[in-house]
């Protein structure tokens, strides 16, 4: 079971939202590379970087933050990014910079054909990010809910060649409310590609209940606010879910 910390990036520093609310960020360090190191030694074999400006904007706002994450941690774990990446040459460009996955989202939603030619061109590295409540997919920083089933889409996309979904339940995400995680093995049944759960995480119960349904396609998850708030000792997490998963 991986256990990926989120580096949420804000006016380059590193922040959590709740909801997914600009105007209701924390900022809980001014040095990502330092955020990231840190994660790295608490046994992170993986990290989730936003670009929240990017997101919002529809184009990179911070890389000068996550180039510096790259250069800091690059070589030893694999760094995945979402936000505002809408075309192949911001991908080529992320991914010669040493960025594992590139998460698409919103723009795998309204713009398939973009997410097809990505995942052609670039094999291996592609993943996308559906934010869902109550079944149905959200867009543009949660502001829009779509007729789609979260399930309808994943499959196509799978047939694309996505490496993996990350699945938000965004009525649960920075709330700490622990994660839907019925709604998460519900689509990994569905899929023969992994899934990563988002959105809730908040107790070494919830990581108890993750690695219950490793079997099923939950790949990992993605650990946001409970980390950061001291609800979750990420090192603790990391040795309770190598148990488990032994």
Excluded at 112 to 133: E, R, Y
Excluded at 193 to 218: H, K
């Amino acid at each position: 079971m991986l256990l990926i910390p989120a580096i949420d990036l804000k006016d380059g520093q590193c922040v959590r939202l709740k909801q997914g609310d600009m105007e209701q960020s924390t900022v809980f360090s001014d040095d990502p590379a330092a955020m990231a190191r840190h994660w790295v030694e608490q046994g992170a074999q993986r990290l989730h970087l936003v670009d929240l400006n990017g997101a919002f904007a529809g184009k990179p706002k911070n890389e000068a933050a996550i180039r510096s994450i790259l250069r800091e941690v690059g070589d030893e774990v694999d760094v995945q990014l979402g936000g505002g990446i809408r075309d192949l040459d911001t991908i080529e460009r992320y991914l010669d910079a040493g960025l594992r996955y590139v998460i698409i989202g919103t723009a795998a939603v309204k713009n398939p054909g973009f997410l097809h030619d990505a995942c052609t061109a670039f094999g291996g590295h592609i993943i996308v990010g559906l934010d869902a409540k109550d079944g149905k997919v959200a867009t543009d920083g949660w502001s829009k809910l779509t007729g789609h089933e979260v399930v309808d889409l994943a499959r196509k996309f799978e047939d694309y060649g996505v490496e993996a979904i990350i699945y938000t339940d965004i009525g649960r995400d920075g709330m700490l409310t622990g994660l839907n995680i019925d709604a998460t093995v519900r689509l990994a049944q569905a899929l023969t590609i992994p899934v990563i759960a988002s959105g809730g995480l908040s107790s070494l119960d919830d990581i108890r209940r993750l690695c219950e349904v490793e079997s099923e396609g939950v790949e990992g998850v993605i650990c946001g606010r409970a980390i950061y708030s001291g609800e979750l000792d990420f090192a603790a997490a990391v040795r309770l879910a190598d148990e488990l998963s032994a």
